[in-house]
């Protein structure tokens, strides 16, 4: 009896599967791609960190976040990768890459212990193997086992991107955009969007980005100098200047973190324990070229032809037949493929 209905669900699926269109292979390898590039922001659960040997094969935030782009899997990102992550910024190379698309992935954090638990691809399509284009919900659950909340669903953050592959199938280029990223972080610290207008609420961010900044950006690296040389006061370790310079700057809101503010400070104050001769300039008083005044011309369209080494259009179309395998372009092309006699 049991054999019979399998028999019979079999048949039914492989009557169901002729009414769909095959699927090309290189639409699942670069589906593959993607999805496993998402998964990398996944915080690991707890079984799995509790486990060794799920921890040595294990994919998640954490290697990324301690060792950066040496912990990604190779095959991913092609060497030369850059993109866009708007409202984050623009990227030229593997490791700025890398660092902003898994590094700034949550790690259980007070007050709401956050995590990405999954990643699910919910949209996807790829006419040819060298472009895709995606939409991820990268979702936030509670975790943290002594909470009554432990496994709740807090909210998803959005993810929409185009993708260029090389010819081994690596990401060469990318086009992202997070949407509502103000609104998620506000729920996340479990407030309303108007969170980030409050003076105190920003008196308070700045005090923690500069007692963080100050622990993370010493020596050479260091940012803001010591005041008064005070030993076991506040003023001893800087935290005070910094306060001073950042609270004399436009707090700014996450929907646009690419500017001479402060929440641009607090993103890339994430970084700063990788690549701190890297990044802390970044955090520092002129923002280190990636938190300094930006026209929203120049950050998100006329970079296009330096960010992407194409004309704008190019990149994330279908190539010509016969440029099939290159990333190549002419600069006087018109992107337009000539019509076939
Ligand atoms: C970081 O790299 C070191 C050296 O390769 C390794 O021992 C360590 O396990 C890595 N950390 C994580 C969290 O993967
Ligand atoms: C879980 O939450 C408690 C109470 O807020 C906190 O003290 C503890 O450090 C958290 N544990 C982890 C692993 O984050
Ligand atoms: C990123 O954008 C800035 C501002 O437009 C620009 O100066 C910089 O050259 C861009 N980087 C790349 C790699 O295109």
């Known amino acids: 009896m049991v054999q019979a209905v399998l028999a019979l669900a079999t048949t039914l699926l492989a ?19 993607v999805q496993a590039i998402y998964d990398l922001t996944v915080f690991p659960k707890e079984e799995q960190r509790r486990s060794k040997e799920a921890n040595d094969k294990r994919k998640d935030n954490i290697p990324i976040r301690t060792n950066g782009s040496s912990a990604v899997p190779a095959g991913l990102f092609a060497a ?30 007070p007050p709401l212990y956050g995590v990405f638990k999954g990643a699910p691809v919910v949209e996807f399509t790829s006419g040819c193997p060298e472009v895709a284009a995606s939409v991820v919900y990268l979702e936030q659950y509670v975790l943290n086992d002594t ?5 709740q669903y807090i909210n998803s953050l959005k993810q929409i991107a185009f993708w260029r592959f090389d010819d081994m199938g690596a990401v060469i280029a990318y086009d992202a955009w997070i949407r509502n990223l103000n609104l998620w972080t506000a729920l996340t610290f479990g407030y309303s969007e108007d969170l980030f207008s409050y003076p105190q609420v920003q008196a308070a961010g700045i005090a923690g980005l500069c007692g963080a900044v100050q622990e993370r950006c010493v020596g050479a690296n260091q940012q803001y100098p010591k005041s008064v040389p005070i030993p076991l006061s506040e ?12 609270s004399a700057k436009s707090y700014g809101s996450y929907d646009e973190t690419w500017g ?13 324990p990788l690549r701190p001769e890297v990044h802390c300039p970044h955090v520092g008083p002129t923002g280190g070229a990636k938190c300094a005044a930006e026209s929203y011309d120049d950050a998100y369209f006329a970079s296009d032809q330096r960010l992407f080494g194409a ?23 018109e992107g337009e493929c000539e019509d076939e006699d």
Do not use: M, W
């Open 15 to 33: 009557i169901a599967s002729q009414h769909k269109h095959k699927r090309s292979s290189f639409y699942d390898r670069n589906l593959n791609t």
């Open 80 to 109: 030369t990768a850059s993109g866009r992550v708007t409202p984050l910024g623009n990227f030229s190379g593997f490791e700025d890459s890398i660092e902003y698309f898994f590094a700034l992935a949550p790690v259980p954090l």
């Open 147 to 151: 909470l009554a909340t432990n496994g």
């Open 235 to 246: 003023e001893h370790f800087g935290v005070s200047t910094c306060i001073e310079t950042l």
């Open 260 to 272: 001479d503010n402060v929440v641009c400070r607090a993103v890339h104050a994430q970084l700063t």
């Open 311 to 333: 004309p704008q259009g190019q990149t994330f179309a279908c190539p010509c037949e016969e440029d099939e395998d290159e990333y190549e372009y002419e600069d006087e092309d």
